[in-house]
């Protein structure tokens, strides 16, 4: 990128990869008015680049942004927040010999779902959507954000005392780094992979990895597809084994096991 002269303009988005060694590079972006702008964003870069590995870059790569790449990214999600999308799950009933589970008021509401199962009975609610298998002796939910929405929607649809306990499948959420990643940093690859709180290998894509970066976490009795985006944006999948029991701290549990790994990626790039 040439700056011709040294008037001033208005802010230019610039994208600087600062690389070095060992594959190690990170990337910023800047809006700049002129060379000494450019200069100077460029220093910053170098001077955090040095402050996190300890070593002077090789290189500074400056290239013009077209446009802005971290646009799909919610305002309201600050870097490190982390926004819980979908939980999935199973309701098991106690026993009941009617199959008569529902409140009075929610049977008109529930609409029949026949497939190779039998006839199933939904309910969709501003909570998430639930499905009670033929029997009634089990009903399967996603949609919900939180726990208490799972709370709340079983208080609208059960009657009391037919819910034995709630099973939590799989878990969606999201978070975002300061700054937006360079997909070939292989600094990241190598902290989650050397990082003594889980297990980690690379994970199948059938996306274009120019834009994403997936690897596979074992955590305990969890497995975590995290998916790393050039925005910044990361994206964790959890998938906990059949007896994982909802509780009044499952939520905490899962936000606290996407900062660990949030921080450990936010740390080296």
Known sequence: MTWWNCEPMSGVPVRMLVRGGSGVVICRDFEVSDSMGCLGSAHEAIEEFEAKFHVSPSSVLVSRRKKDRRGGIPQHL???DVNL???CGKINHACNTDNNIFNAGCV???SKIQDGFGVRLSAATIYGNFVTSPHANTT????CKRCSDVEKAIELIFKQDVVHEVVIHMVVAMTVLPHAVAMCSEQMMR????HGEWK?????????NVYMQPV???CGNKKVLVHVYATGAIFFFITCNEKTVMRADSEAEFVKLCREIYACVERVC
């Open 78 to 80: 600050s870097p490190g």
């Open 85 to 87: 999308l979908n939980l």
């Open 108 to 110: 008109p509401l529930l």
């Open 140 to 143: 399967l939910f996603r949609g």
């Open 191 to 194: 902290a989650l992979y050397e």
């Open 200 to 208: 980690a290998r690379t994970a199948p894509s059938l996306e274009d």
């Open 216 to 218: 596979q976490l074992t």
